[in-house]
């Protein structure tokens, strides 16, 4: 959610404290601001509502600079958006501190500051953090420790990064529960939110843990863990990337991602052939002692794993249990024996999909495996067995080419497991066929771009939508009305077709667009049945239908056709398809497409 940026540099570090803000600009945010320590030994700041761009202005205005700084963009959660409310906080023109997490104790350590004459001028649970470190300093002299005495204070989750006036050359990062990295350079050092915020300066990093607290200074850093004790951590040389070209020829991100589908996921099954090994080492043992899977997930990788969940009982014949994962880790939950779990996360970062994991009874877990867009991320060193999608940097808010290579990640799962436990379900030349198709399929389904984006028309006066599903469709109607309701506000909902006359009939009338995903398969007749329901009581059909399963356009009633193909595919197929009827109704709207209001790209807070 909140992106934290931080430099201690011999050189001026403003044009890395900015460009790193602008790589995190994807996680979603309202105001942005950054502090240092300037050439005359002061402590000076910008801070505005709104974009990064709109602290670049205040900057080329009243440039500021020096060595060692801070910087961050602001998602809400405790006050408003507003300058005041945005970070860093800054006490006395002395300490200035930048958190991204929830202070769960902030009141009642408010009220003791105020108790004590001490003035919060922010709605902010972060500013209490500011005073209570500078208080600290004063008796304890050194920043360090000042800051390693304040952190036992603190219930909840942070990452934070402080500078003090008193030693300009120091910065001091700690994390408990919020994604923090360092990033070591030459005659500098830096700590960010994830590493593509530092990228552009530095392939070398140091995944901090829990508990850990750094102090950084141009030409050194120093860990230590929750004990107080020097920690090594052992840092990572990642890989050189080609990096993420601008928009091209599209006008949003979003449209650019979706159109980048098919090579997404070529890249994601690789040869075409599920393969044990290509979720580690210990894959080839552990699959075949597999009795059970629970996949925990939020959100649109929600969607995902009940999509799986159908292929996975389906096909290799083993009980699946999906949950979501942030009420998951709040009940009490059976864990069968030697479950398979699956954390399913596009940063690796969400934080309830990492508790979730912490909460099954590890005595009967087989073992956990990541399915994830971003290596060494906290899922990916959480979890025995990885696999990465290959979605590549996603941009927009609202999820697409993400979510499909998820749904390629989980078919590799579900054909590797089928392999040991059902060997008959599909042949080898089954299994690459279906592989190699979504890609494919995918390209063709882009084919009706300019079909869909006549039908988005019809939306844009509307303020409520119903989508409909059968079977392993109903996951991606969720997830047809999660991207409309995402980027275009309005509201949308999504029903098994069956339940329609268990309640939401009620809503039915011709204001009320009814999109229906409506593929060749089983349940082809039953689904139409329910259809027919919505006709007759005056309700606009949008049918996205498979192009041999009969259906046509007549009174109230608008069909798409989709292209051919097999059913393992189908699910990629339809995805496609309502990201496009989204994506036109919110450019027709005139939204922000890959800034939605008030989301964040990685939810990093419970």
């Given amino acids: 959610m909140c992106g934290i940026v931080a430099v201690a540099a011999q050189r001026d570090c403003t044009d890395i404290l900015m460009e790193g803000l602008r790589r995190l600009e994807y996680r979603g945010y309202d105001s942005a601001g950054f502090a240092l320590i300037d050439r005359h030994g002061g402590l000076s700041s910008h801070k505005c509502l709104g974009r990064v761009a709109a602290l670049e202005e205040a900057q080329a205005a009243s440039p500021i600079r020096g060595g060692t700084g801070i910087a961050h963009t602001r ?113 500098e050092n ?5 590493t593509l915020a530092l990228r552009s300066v530095t392939d070398t990093f140091i995944y901090l843990e829990d508990g850990d607290v750094a102090e950084m200074t141009a030409d050194r850093y120093r860990i230590f863990n929750s004990a107080g004790e020097v920690a090594n951590r052992t840092p990572t040389r990642l890989a050189s990337q080609v990096e993420e070209e601008g928009l091209g020829d599209h006008e949003h991100f979003m449209r650019k991602e979706i159109f980048e589908q098919p090579a997404r996921l070529r890249d994601t099954v690789g040869q075409g052939s599920a393969t044990d090994r290509a979720f580690g080492k210990k894959a080839a043992a552990l699959f075949p002692k597999v009795a059970s899977v629970q996949i925990l997930a939020c959100g649109t990788s929600y969607h995902a794993g009940l999509v799986a969940r159908h292929w996975i009982e389906a096909l290799a014949g083993l009980p699946c249990q999906v949950e979501v994962a942030s009420e998951f880790r709040y009940r009490h939950s059976v864990t069968l024996p030697n479950t398979l779990v699956v954390g399913i996360s596009q940063s690796g970062e969400t934080a309830d999909t990492l508790a979730a994991l912490e909460h099954v009874d590890a005595d009967r877990v087989l073992g956990r495996l990541a399915i994830c867009n971003v290596d060494h991320s906290a899922l990916v060193r959480a979890s025995e067995l990885v696999y990465l999608t290959q979605a590549g940097t996603e941009i927009g808010v609202a999820s697409t080419k993400a979510f499909t290579t998820q749904l390629a990640a989980l078919l590799n799962l579900t054909l590797c497991l089928a392999r040991h436990h059902a060997p008959k379900a599909l042949s080898e030349i089954e299994v690459t066929a279906a592989l190699e198709e979504m890609a494919s399929a995918a390209e063709e389904v882009l084919k009706q771009d300019e079909r869909i984006k006549a039908l988005s028309h019809r939306f844009t006066n509307k303020h409520h939508a119903l989508f409909l599903g059968r079977g392993i469709y109903h996951p991606i109607a969720m997830e047809g009305a999660l991207k409309l309701k995402e980027i275009s506000y309005i509201h949308a909902e999504a029903y098994p077709a069956g339940e329609l006359k268990h309640g939401p009939l009620a809503l039915v009338d011709q204001d009320m667009p009814v999109v229906a995903v409506a593929p060749d398969d089983r349940l082809m007749e039953k689904l139409r049945s329910n259809l027919e329901e919505v006709r007759a009581r005056g309700g606009q059909l949008f049918v996205f239908a498979s192009e041999n399963a009969g259906y046509q356009s007549g009174p109230g009633c608008e069909v798409l056709e989709m292209p051919a193909c097999g059913p393992l595919a189908g699910p990629i197929v339809f995805t496609i398809a309502l990201q496009l009827l989204s994506y036109h109704v919110a450019v027709a709207k005139g939204t922000d497409v890959d800034k939605p209001r008030n989301l964040a790209k990685s939810v990093t807070v419970e």
Wanted: aromatic share 2%; net charge negative.
């Fill in 190 to 194: 830096f700590a960010g939110s994830d």
């Fill in 75 to 187: 998602w809400a959660t405790h006050g408003e958006p507003s300058v005041i409310n945005a970070h860093p906080h800054i006490v006395n023109d002395r300490i200035a501190v930048v958190h991204n997490g929830i202070i769960e104790n902030h009141a009642a350590l408010r009220e003791q500051l105020e108790a004590e004459g001490r003035d919060c001028l922010s709605d902010t649970d972060t500013e209490v953090v500011a005073h209570l470190i500078e208080q600290a300093v004063a008796s304890e002299g050194a920043l360090l420790l000042a800051v390693q005495t304040v952190l036992p204070k603190l219930k909840g989750a942070y990452a934070l990064a402080i500078v003090d006036r008193e030693a300009p050359d120091t910065v001091i990062v700690a994390r408990q529960g919020s994604p923090l990295v360092l990033g070591v350079g030459i005659g």
